[in-house]
């Protein structure tokens, strides 16, 4: 058995060394690599080991029972179609079956394996039902304070991001942030920035040595991150758009789309919860490209 | 029996609650209200008028026709059912 970290959660894995290993690529908690060198492979990771109280979630093959009584629904993540079924506490998604709990969650997998898109929507429906709030955002921090940025794709947040990382930022994920509604902490589980050459070249051309041999399927550098450096705290959450008021109604609007939507009841529940906590955070005057390096340095330098 | 449709997504804004249909995108808000009645769901439409007469004060009559007015918006929007 394998034994890993993903966010608070201890995971414990029965799938194969090669099924097991993509998902630790994507679930398990970043550790930063030493300087200079190239990032370590999931088995090496000394990740941050949660309490040994903490979360349980098990993955192994099995034979997914039947739903019955289910909600249907044909989703699409990522351009890639996968068949849903939920009812209550329990998800089926293809040939992956997960039972949700906020304490304890399993996923059996078909001998057929699992798509990558089944799985990630398993694993965020369990962080979301364990008190983790998935956020479609950049996360900037400096010393224990950390700026959620959001916005629409090609409103500017990777444009952001590479910036404040250039002026010296930490930077928490580019995209796959987790804030974890009782606490106040947001983490990430990027393990890199993305960024086309013209990008780093034009705005943190002094990042481009920390740039790694390997590029990602765009052909984009991959800029290492340090999301394991210390635990922050979220202090605000801005919208990237164009400087306009959201009224109340709007803000809602925003946060769910930020966080997606959950299926199952314990998923939901914990959502609801989270994005009612989460609503005060979010500043209701929009940010645009030209002002929110300012508005990430007052609110993190001061 | 009103009972609430179990996807929506709910915000609670304290004196205002927003509803969101998932399948739809489309939010609906809630006044002091409707939250009250939202909050009772699963209920009957007597006792849902019960409460607003005795939370404002409404006549019998008063207090049907907005419990009824209210349960039609939230029905046409699929937030709520009658079964």
Known sequence: ?302 | MWQANSAVLITDLGDELVLMHPERSEMFSLNATGKLLWQQLPATLDSLSHSLEQTYGLTPSQARDDAEAVLEQLRTRDLVNCV
């Open chain 1, 1 to 302: 058995m394998n034994r890993w970290s993903s966010l608070d959660a201890q995971v414990q894995s029965e799938l194969t060394p090669a099924q097991d290993s993509e998902l630790r690529a994507l679930w398990e908690n970043p550790v930063l690599p030493a300087e200079g060198s190239e990032p370590l492979a999931p088995s090496a990771q000394a990740a941050v080991q949660p309490h040994p109280d903490s979360r349980r979630i098990e993955l192994r093959e099995g034979v997914p029972p039947q739903p019955v009584g289910a909600s249907h629904a044909a989703l699409t993540l990522m351009d890639l179609p996968v068949e849903a079924a939920w009812n209550e506490s329990r998800l089926w998604l293809d040939d992956l079956y997960t039972e949700v709990g906020q304490h304890s969650s399993r996923l059996l997998v078909g001998k057929g394996g699992a798509s990558a898109v089944a799985w990630s929507l398993a694993l965020t429906e369990v962080q979301r039902a364990g008190g983790w709030l998935p956020l479609h955002a950049a996360v900037v921090a400096r010393g224990g304070k950390a700026v959620a940025i959001t916005g629409v794709s090609g409103a500017g947040k990777s444009t952001a991001t590479l910036r404040l990382l250039g002026l010296g930022f930490r930077v928490i994920c580019e995209d796959r942030a987790f804030w974890h509604a009782a606490s106040g902490e947001v983490r990430g589980l990027d393990r890199w920035l993305r960024a086309f050459d013209d990008s780093v070249d034009t705005f943190a051309p002094q990042l481009r040595d920390q740039a790694l041999a390997q590029r990602d399927i765009k052909g984009k550098l991959l800029l290492p991150l340090t999301p394991d450096a210390g635990a922050a705290q979220l202090l605000e959450v801005l919208a990237l758009s164009d400087g306009s008021v959201m009224d109340s109604a709007g803000r809602v609007r925003l946060l769910w789309e930020t966080t997606g939507y959950p299926l199952t009841r314990p998923a939901r529940d914990a959502v609801q919860h989270g994005v009612g906590r989460l609503l005060p955070l979010l500043r209701a005057q929009t940010v645009t490209r030209h002002n929110v390096l300012d508005a990430v340095q007052e609110l993190l330098e001061f």
